[in-house]
């Protein structure tokens, strides 16, 4: 009896373990293959997104040291230096790419996936120096909006104590006198 349920439990999880591996390649469509001119040639529009990359975090830099906020330039530095080890991880993989292509390597697919992953970590580092800087001043003015109200009466406006109506002096109500007797 014991043999018999422990078998169904095996076909059970065998049978489980197939539905979630079909549901996961169903889920992943698969990368388009690309040749390797086209490799080259989002190499280098991803060059050109890196260094836009790296001159926004450069001026975020020079923002904060000119507020001399030295939390904020201590984050983005930090954030530079990463930056910069991913660039030179992607120059590396760039170089790779050209080599293989260049060469007729069949395998230019590892060194394009680097690429990838090196932009990828830039864009992230770029958003977290972003995070690091708040927010700027420039987009404080670009959200200021316009308001159009209509011209009425200010009831705040003057004493309301001291209406213009009344003169200078208002009369004054004498106070009543407060008595036990009724």
Do not use: W
């Amino acid at each position: 009896m014991l043999q018999k349920s422990l078998n169904n439990t095996v076909i059970f999880a065998a049978f489980l373990g197939t539905l979630i591996a079909v549901g996961v390649r169903a889920e992943t469509p698969p990368k388009p293959v690309l040749s390797p001119a086209e490799m080259r040639v989002k190499a280098e529009q991803m060059k050109k997104d890196n260094d836009e990359d790296l001159r926004h975090v450069l001026h975020l830099q020079a923002l904060a040291r000119k507020e001399k906020d030295v939390i904020k330039l201590t984050c983005i530095n930090d954030k530079l230096i990463q930056l910069k080890a991913q660039r030179n991880l992607f120059d590396t993989a760039a170089l790779q790419l050209d080599q293989q292509v260049s060469s007729g390597d069949d395998s230019p697919k590892v060194a394009y996936a680097d690429l990838e992953k090196a932009t990828f970590d830039i864009k992230k580092l770029r958003g977290e120096a972003d995070g690091c800087a708040g927010e700027l001043e420039m987009y404080k003015q670009e959200s200021k909006t316009d308001v159009e109200r209509p011209n009425l009466d200010d009831p705040t406006d003057g004493d309301p104590f001291h209406p213009p109506e009344l003169g200078d002096h208002p009369p004054i109500d004498q106070p009543g006198f407060a008595t036990p007797f009724k």
